[in-house]
C-alpha cells in the first residue's frame, strides 16, 4: 500500500469489489466469522454486508465533515443503522453494571425501537404497541440518533432525551465485556 492518493483510490476500489465479489458469492444465509461477538446479529454474510453499509455511511458523513459539507445519512440507511447498531453493537449477554434500564429510542419517521438492560445482558427489539414504562427516551431523527447516540459524531443535545439522562450517559460509556 502507498500514501499516493491515485494508488489509494485504486487499492480502496480493488478491496471493495473484493469484499463485494466474496459476500455475493458466499450469499446472505451463509455463516461466517464476525467481529461483534455475542449479539443479536447473526454470524452470517448478509449481517456482515448489513454492518458494512453502516460503516461506511458513518464514515462517508465523517468526509463530508472533513470537507465541511455534512449531510445526513439517507433516510432508510439511517433507520436501518438505528435497528442494527442495538443489535449488533448493544445487544449482548454481558452483564449490565447498574440497575435494569429500559430505554426507547423513537425516530420522527416513524419508527421506535426499545432496549432492555439488566444483569442478565441488553436485548432490543421494535417498540411494542403496548409498550410500559421507560427510564429514558431518546427521540430525533434516524440520522441524529446513529450519529449523536450511538457513533458520538453529534452531541447529543441534538436529540430530545427525557427522563434519566445519566442511563443514556451509561449506554454510551458502557463497554460490555
Known amino acids: 500500500m502507498t500514501s499516493e492518493p491515485d494508488a489509494l483510490d485504486g487499492w480502496l476500489a480493488a478491496s471493495t469489489r473484493q469484499l463485494l465479489d466474496a459476500l455475493r458469492e458466499a450469499g446472505p444465509e451463509r455463516g461466517c466469522w464476525t467481529w461483534w461477538g455475542d449479539s443479536q446479529s447473526p454470524g452470517t454474510c448478509g449481517a456482515v454486508a448489513r454492518h458494512q453499509l453502516q460503516e461506511i455511511a458513518v464514515h462517508t458523513y465523517d468526509a463530508q465533515l472533513t470537507v465541511g459539507t455534512p449531510q445526513p445519512l439517507p433516510d432508510a440507511v439511517a433507520l436501518d443503522g438505528v435497528e442494527e447498531f442495538l443489535s449488533t453493537c448493544c ?6 453494571p447498574h440497575e435494569p434500564a429500559v430505554v426507547d429510542y423513537a425516530a420522527t419517521e416513524g419508527r421506535s425501537w426499545r432496549l432492555w438492560v439488566s444483569a442478565d445482558g ?8 403496548t409498550a410500559g414504562p421507560v427510564d429514558a427516551r431518546v427521540t430525533g431523527t434516524a440520522s441524529e440518533i446513529v450519529l449523536a447516540a450511538f457513533y458520538g459524531r453529534r452531541p447529543l443535545e441534538a436529540l430530545t432525551i427525557e427522563g434519566d439522562r445519566e442511563v443514556i450517559d451509561r449506554l454510551i460509556a458502557w463497554e460490555p465485556e
Open 122 to 129: 441488553a436485548r432490543t427489539a421494535p417498540l411494542p404497541e
Open 91 to 96: 445487544a449482548t449477554t454481558s452483564p449490565w
